[in-house]
């Protein structure tokens, strides 16, 4: 085809013109081929997508996959299924990097004919604050009345 092309036109500006653009045309191929690589600082194997490079060959400290939501702690990453009391080091607790900070424990507790379905006591605690976490129902006999004691104690919210 590019061969019938020269031979209808001769103009040599015409040929040397069009043998440009085809080799621009596959230089821009030959770059898109190269891969792009994220900068992994904390090692867990998932890139910052804020950080890459384009490399023939893997470049240190760097990965394929752009996955990471906060590159300075190897706990967050996606996937993670643990739970955390502090936050991952920038304020967030979203540690398995899916946009929310979900809470480990969200129930509250109650107590029925004595027996205590364990659950916050009180309010429900945010993400790595202190709350009261219900543990027992005692029936007590006080000055001839059956009263319910809560028995509870202290635990931090954990989130991922
Ligand atoms: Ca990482
Ligand atoms: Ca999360």
Known sequence: MLLAWVK????????AVAIAG????????LFSLIPTWYADEDGD????????????????????????C???????????ESYFGNHRGDGSFDYDCDGTSAREQSATGSCSNGTANQGWDG??????E??????DCDRKVRLLRIEI???????IQKCR
């Open 45 to 68: 194997g998932f890139g910052d997508p804020q950080v890459s490079t384009r490399s023939i060959w893997q470049p240190s400290s760097f990965v394929r996959n752009a996955g990471d």
């Open 70 to 80: 906060y590159d300075s702690n190897q706990n967050a990453r996606p996937g993670v």
């Open 22 to 29: 085809i080799v621009v045309a596959i230089a821009i191929y």
């Open 149 to 155: 004691v809560r028995e509870s104690n202290s635990r």
């Open 8 to 15: 209808k036109h001769k103009d040599p500006v015409a040929i």
């Open 130 to 135: 202190k709350g009261r976490w219900l543990v």
């Open 123 to 128: 309010e429900v605690p945010a993400c790595g």
